[in-house]
């Protein structure tokens, strides 16, 4: 019994071992051109199918960081940062041709020529911590951003935005079809009406095509 048992353990570690090798292999780094980044990182990572943006927040003011756009899979980066106050990213939305960037301290940013320029679009958002976004998201025309001010929304491509009943930070969003969850600390709620009401949810099912926001608070 005892020498079956070892060699049970024995063929586990095995296995585990080799996975671990296997998962180890495939990944590179692919960082050429993501320059300054001393006391930084990278915060955020969408596509849009063709370009990759990168969105990255820098410490002490290095001049390193802020959005970094790749067109080769990520071998390499170029920083387009045109018209960005702010180099602090933690938030990158694409919805069409439209391009959002949510930064902690300057607010909420447009692109509409795939990152060459970007636009400040912070009417609304009227206070410091209302400029430090956490999170964005959308459904249909309804844009959504997660601030240090609470959760604000936008029903004309981010030209203004309204605060909801939801004043505390909101830190990541889920949509789901036609419902979108917004995290605050240890509390989630629910919207079924574009955020017209919220409730709080104590539990949630996913299907296949739910989009999570992650949290960037640092």
Do not use: C
């Amino acid at each position: 019994m005892k020498k079956n048992y070892k060699k049970a353990i024995l063929m586990v570690s095995i296995i585990l071992i080799g996975f671990g090798n296997s998962m180890n292999a495939q990944w590179t780094m692919v960082s050429s051109g993501l320059v300054n980044l001393l006391y930084g990182s990278v915060t955020t990572i969408v596509s849009d199918g063709t370009k990759m943006y990168a969105g990255t927040n820098v410490a002490y003011g290095n001049g390193g960081g802020g959005v970094l756009v790749s067109t080769d899979n990520g071998v390499n980066w170029t920083q387009s940062n045109t018209g960005l106050t702010n180099l602090n990213i933690r938030a990158i939305l694409i919805s069409g041709s439209n391009i959002f960037a949510g930064t902690y301290g300057g607010g909420i940013f447009l692109s509409t020529d795939n990152g060459a320029n970007w636009t400040a679009m912070n009417t609304g958002l009227s206070n410091t911590s209302s400029k430090k976004i956490y999170s964005l998201a959308i459904i249909g025309t309804t844009l959504f951003a997660g601030t240090d001010d609470g959760l604000y929304v936008s029903a004309d491509n981010g030209a203004t935005w309204t605060i909801t009943s939801i004043a505390n930070q909101i830190y990541s969003f889920l949509v789901d079809g036609s419902t979108i969850y917004a995290a605050e600390y240890l509390l989630v709620h629910k919207s079924t009406d574009n955020g017209a009401t919220w409730a709080q949810s104590q539990s949630f099912a996913l299907n296949s095509s739910s989009t999570i926001t992650p949290f960037n608070r640092w």
